[in-house]
C-alpha cells in the first residue's frame, strides 16, 4: 500500500509541475512575440523607408528568423498575392493565428495593419515609430506580469500539488 502511495505521489507532482509550466507558459510567449514584432518593426522600416521594398517583400525579409511570426506571416504574403482578399482582412486573420498575441497586443497590430502600405513613405514612418513605442510599452507590461503573474501562478499550482502528495501520504 505505501508503495501505491509514493507512485501516486510522485506523479501527482509530476502533474503539479507540467500544470505548473503550462500556467506560465501564456506569459513567457507574449513577452517573446512582442519582442519579435519590436525587430521586425525595426528591420521593416530601413526596407519601406530607404531600399523602397514592395510592403510583401519588406515584410517577408523582416521576419526571417523569428520562429514565432514567420509562418503566419509567410501565410499572410502568400494570401497578399490574391486580388480577392482584402488587405486588412488577410492582416486581422494573421494576428488572430499568430501565437502569444493579446487582444491588447492584437489591438495595436490591427491599428498598424490599418495605415500599412496605404500612404507615403513619412506616414508609414511615423505609423512604425508609433507601433514600436505602443509594442515597447506592451512589452514592458508584458514583463511584469510575466514577473508577477507568470511566476505567481506556477507556484501556486505547484504548492497545491505538494498539498495533495501531503495529504495522500
Known amino acids: 500500500m505505501m508503495v501505491f502511495r509514493v ?5 501527482v507532482l509530476f502533474a503539479a509541475w507540467s500544470l505548473a509550466r503550462r500556467a506560465g507558459h501564456p506569459y513567457r510567449e507574449r513577452v517573446r512575440t512582442l519582442e519579435q514584432w519590436q525587430r521586425l518593426l525595426r528591420h521593416l522600416l530601413p526596407l519601406i523607408q530607404w531600399k523602397r521594398v514592395p510592403l510583401a517583400d519588406a515584410l517577408e525579409d523582416s521576419v526571417r528568423g523569428q520562429d514565432l511570426l514567420y509562418q503566419p506571416m ?3 504574403v502568400q494570401t497578399l498575392s490574391n ?5 486588412q482582412a488577410a492582416w486581422d486573420a494573421m494576428l488572430l ?3 502569444g498575441l493579446w487582444e491588447e497586443d492584437r489591438g495595436v497590430l490591427r491599428d498598424f495593419g490599418r495605415a500599412l502600405g496605404k500612404s507615403d513613405v513619412a506616414f508609414q514612418h511615423d505609423q512604425v515609430d508609433a507601433a514600436a513605442a505602443e509594442l515597447q510599452r506592451l ?3 508584458a514583463r511584469r506580469q510575466r514577473a508577477q503573474d507568470g511566476r505567481l501562478v506556477p507556484a501556486m499550482v ?3 500539488g505538494v498539498l495533495v502528495v501531503i495529504l495522500m501520504l
Open 97 to 99: 493565428d499568430m501565437p
Open 83 to 87: 486580388r480577392d482578399i482584402e488587405f
Open 7 to 11: 507512485v501516486a505521489s510522485g506523479l
Open 158 to 160: 505547484s504548492a497545491l
Open 139 to 141: 512589452s514592458d507590461e
Open 74 to 76: 509567410r501565410r499572410f
